[in-house]
């Protein structure tokens, strides 16, 4: 063996990104809708599956399926073992300094609850202040309202520009004394801006201010090493990130996840239980309470090791490909409006068509095979910020074409044509 | 693309640019709002309402083409119409738009041409969001109604 020269893949060089060897790895693309070859452009709501995921899922049902770290048989050593594994790919994924820093959570909504719950509750107090930007998803903005409802505190929002990106001064204008965290998201599922996340934490850190980062739409299309950012918290869900849905990652510094009270009580979370006193478990199972998603965490890491082997960086270039071509393409259709035109930018094409109603689009783009998201993204403020109800979004996934790029703009062009 | 020119059809186009009746009513003594908060469509109904029957209509807000059509044509129909055959026409329309006629909905004038509809589920809220609102509006109710 070891005279045998070490593969591409060995020596960590992915191989040529070919698009349509890629497309052949999700069965879902190969389908018509409405007589029409799909083309599927809602990737920031959920991407689609490779086989390689539902066969690792289906295999853990089909030959290893058991509780985890508690039989002493050998399909429990398995699960606890293939589910284990996982944290570590995670940890690599993230580049995250040890293992125990990985959390599995059902997506990034529970992983923001579950620092607002716990960090937010033990270190935010009446009059205090949370500082988020006017970018968030209504995920890193619920959480944080509730919290400030319930302890007095007061929610901060940094502005943005009419390109849609973060006013960064300003947003240190906003870091006070009563700042107890900032939370914000890594790239903006709305608009496609991808924030300063490394200058935001620089200028919090410079106040002792921790950073959560919502990391759900960044984590599929750029490589993310959160002890680069600096980032205390890094959340992802693995539904965007061509895993399963109901599981997610929260990343946090060992620090601040030791001194954090737990989340939910239950099984697993604890070292020993009497009715007197309990002595939590040691990290990360502390804010693992209950019998896991066992076979979506393992869905999850086979997500993770089908993105290492195409190679973040390639899929990077490959989205800022098929981004530049639509926004050019698209951009140049006579009433065509670009919401979110950042110059860090990344997956996403918002856009607006005059007098026509982004549900009007919606439907007649369905009608040409084309899926994409019509409404508030679930980023309500940013909508009043643009002073629009909602938009048209087509965001790209790792699998998509400029071929598919120029059946969009044909789509649009037909919106044009059906509503006069 | 047959399906599409049936959705939207000219006149349901014509109304959405040109909506009829789109004012709010200062002397209206029902009102009520309708709100689907994924898609963003947002109206509210104003009504005048003398003895016993609906003397004036309007509506403002913003929404798809479907749903302002909708809100529009609506108030053409209604305007002197009885609470109860205001509660008739709503039944006939729902019945049309959803596909779950029995030929009631055959006696509908104008508003068959949202007949449409009911090839796209989907949109079925947003046809029916501005009448659900102006039931609300009869019957007094205050929360803001949503069709999602």
Redesign the interface.
């Given at each position: 063996m070891s005279t045998v020269a070490k593969t591409p893949h060995e020596i960590h060089v992915a191989p040529a990104f070919d698009v349509q060897k890629v497309r052949k790895d999700f069965p879902v693309l190969d389908q018509k809708v409405h007589g029409k070859p799909l083309v599927y452009l809602d990737n920031a709501a959920t991407t689609q599956k490779p086989l390689a995921v539902m066969e690792a899922i289906e295999n853990y049902y089909r030959h290893d399926n058991s509780n985890i770290h508690r039989g002493v048989h050998a399909l429990s050593e398995r699960a606890t073992e293939a589910y284990e594994a996982v944290r570590v790919a995670a940890q690599k994924f993230l580049n995250a300094a040890d293992s125990k820093e990985i959390i599995f959570v059902r997506g990034t909504t529970e992983g923001i609850n579950l620092v607002a719950q716990t960090y937010g509750r033990k270190n935010v107090g009446p009059g205090d202040e949370v500082l988020i930007t006017a970018l968030e998803h209504h995920s890193n903005i619920v959480p944080w309202q509730l919290l400030c409802e319930e302890k007095g505190a007061k929610l901060r929002v940094a502005p943005i520009n009419d390109r849609g990106e973060l006013r960064l001064e300003e947003f240190e204008k906003l870091l006070g004394p009563k700042t107890k965290i900032v939370a914000v998201g890594h790239l903006s599922n709305a608009l496609g801006t991808i924030n300063p996340v490394r200058e935001i934490v620089r200028m919090a850190h410079a106040r002792n201010i921790p950073v959560l980062v919502d990391g759900a739409q960044a984590a599929p299309r750029m490589p993310v090493d959160v002890q680069s950012l600096d980032c205390d918290f890094y959340a992802i869900s693995g539904h965007k990130m061509y895993g399963p849905t109901g599981i997610g990652v929260l990343y946090g510094k060992t620090r601040l996840l030791e001194a954090m009270p737990p989340y939910q009580g239950g099984g697993d979370m604890i070292a020993s239980v009497t009715f007197d006193k309990t002595i939590y478990n040691r990290l990360p199972y502390k804010f693992e309470a209950g019998t896991p998603n066992i076979a979506d965490t393992i869905g999850l890491g086979a997500a993770i090791e089908y993105l290492n082997g195409l190679g973040m960086e390639q899929i990077e270039a490959h989205e800022a490909d098929l981004l530049t071509y639509a926004t050019s393409k698209v951009g140049a259709i006579p009433g065509v409006q670009l919401i979110g035109t950042a110059h860090e930018k990344a997956g996403v094409l918002s856009f607006v068509m005059e007098?026509?109603?982004?549900?009007?689009i919606g439907?007649?783009l369905d009608?040409e095979g084309i899926a994409v998201r019509?409404?508030?993204h679930c980023a309500?403020p940013v909508?009043q910020r643009f002073n629009i109800?909602?938009t048209a979004r087509a965001s790209f996934g790792l699998y998509n074409t400029r071929g598919e790029v120029d059946a969009l703009a044909a789509g649009i062009r037909k919106v044009r044509e059906?509503?006069? | 693309m047959s399906e599409l020119r049936e959705l939207y059809q000219e006149v349901i186009l014509e109304h959405s640019k040109k909506p009829r009746n789109y004012r709010a009513l200062d002397g209206a003594n029902h009102r009520a709002e309708g709100y689907n908060p994924l898609c963003g469509d947002h109206f509210t109904v104003y009504l005048d309402v003398k003895d016993g029957k609906i003397s004036d209509i309007g509506f403002q807000g913003s929404g798809c083409a479907i749903s302002k059509a909708s809100a529009s044509m609506m108030t053409q129909t209604l305007k002197g119409k009885t609470a109860a055959e205001a509660e008739e026409v709503f039944t006939r329309f729902h019945d049309l738009v959803t596909g779950h006629g029995s030929g009631s909905e055959q006696d509908l004038g104008k508003l068959a041409v949202f007949a449409g509809v009911s090839e796209f589920p989907l949109r079925v809220k947003c046809a029916t969001l501005a009448w659900h609102a102006l039931r609300a509006a009869l019957r007094g109710e205050e929360q803001a109604v949503s069709t999602e």
């Open positions: 007098d026509i109603h982004p549900h009007d439907t007649i009608r019509t409404g508030h309500q909508m109800p909602a059906v509503m006069g | -």
